[in-house]
């Protein structure tokens, strides 16, 4: 009977007692934005840019890359769309803009701190999403990847800001910035939890390495510490905080990030339904007495069997 009402549960993402959780797709291509336009979401929570440059000799021209974001943007009226500026280096190359061999990829010239050395790429994608934003109206959000201080988050939304976009904000993937989550707020308009990476560089362990799985689950309660200090810095701002790692797709433990203050979750499409129903069968109490367990818990393990001792038998 239960299973049979849930298959029903439609629209946007909403608590049991009705707080609304914004479920949203993650996102690298513009064929990946056509099919999740038609879906039961929200909009796009992490539009990766990556796929444009990987894997060519020279840069997507300013033409190109405003025909892409029009497009993404196209197949999503009235929803909004974080765009992710270009999270290349270290380990995604670009064969136009080698900095050369780095000793620890993961560590180096990568994300934001590309951009800064490459001005010229930022500035041409920036151009882009801002003619593609002009030309649809779209609600149009743009983050920078691999964020550490509060120096690069007001750097990049004033970057964001001086071509005519509307707002600007910060992935939240290094714990520095996970940590001080309230100094970068306060100097951009909203930030979103990189889980993958913010687990691998808590843990210091390699997210390539299938071997570290057990160190990088996102049940970690070092993680689930470095997230809850992310929304303590939200509410501090006032400012959204959502996730769009992996971890916003496990429907038990999307009831832990929303307990812990997140106000967005963005995954993959093929996930959407089951973390719809988890919202809809829990209080947001409950989910906050879910995250409070969670912290408490000495282990992954421990983090986990304790939420769902916690949650409805369905889960
Ligand atoms: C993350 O790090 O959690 C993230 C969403 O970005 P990516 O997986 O593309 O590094
Ligand atoms: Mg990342």
Same mark, same amino acid.
Request: aromatic share 4%; hydrophobic share 35%; net charge negative.
């Given at each position: 009977r239960r299973a049979a009402a849930l298959s029903n549960v439609s629209g946007v993402g909403v608590t049991r007692d009705g707080t609304k959780v914004a479920l949203l797709a993650n996102i690298g291509t513009a064929e990946d934005a056509e099919k999740a336009g038609k879906?039961?979401?929200?909009?796009?929570?992490?539009? +990766?840019?990556e796929f444009l440059f990987l894997d060519r000799e020279d840069a997507p021209t300013l033409e190109e890359q405003t025909e892409t974001y029009t497009r993404v943007f196209r197949a999503f009226p009235e929803r909004r769309v974080v765009v992710r500026t270009l999270d290349a280096g270290?380990?995604?190359?670009l064969a136009f803009a080698d900095l050369g061999e780095e000793e620890n990829p993961a560590l180096g010239v990568r994300g934001l701190r590309l951009q800064r050395e490459r001005q010229d790429l930022l500035d041409t994608q920036l151009q882009a999403l801002a003619a593609a934003y002009q030309a649809t109206g779209a609600d149009v959000r743009v983050m920078a990847p691999m964020v550490a201080t509060r120096e690069e988050a007001r750097w990049f939304a004033q970057q964001v800001k001086a071509v005519g976009l509307p707002k600007g904000g910060t992935m939240i993937e290094v714990p520095g910035a996970a940590i001080r989550a309230k100094d970068i707020l306060e100097v951009c308009d909203f930030a979103s939890l990189g889980t993958n990476d913010l687990s691998q560089y808590t843990m210091a362990?390699? +997210?390539?390495?299938?071997?570290?799985a057990p160190l990088l689950s996102p049940w970690q309660p070092p993680l689930l510490d470095l997230v809850k200090m992310a929304c303590e810095g939200g509410r501090a701002t006032g400012k959204p905080i959502g996730v769009c790692g992996?971890?916003?797709?496990?429907p038990l433990l999307a009831l832990v990030l929303v307990g812990l203050g997140v106000s967005s979750l963005s995954m993959a499409t093929p996930k959407l339904a089951a973390v719809r129903t988890a919202l809809s069968l829990h209080e947001l109490g409950a989910c906050q007495r879910m995250a409070t367990a969670a912290l408490k818990a000495r282990s992954a393990r421990k983090a986990r069997q304790a939420v769902l001792d916690l949650a409805d038998p369905i889960m």
């Open positions: 879906l039961d979401c929200e909009g796009v929570g992490l539009f +990766r840019t270290a380990d995604k190359p362990a390699d +997210r390539m390495q299938g071997a570290l992996e971890a916003g797709g496990d």
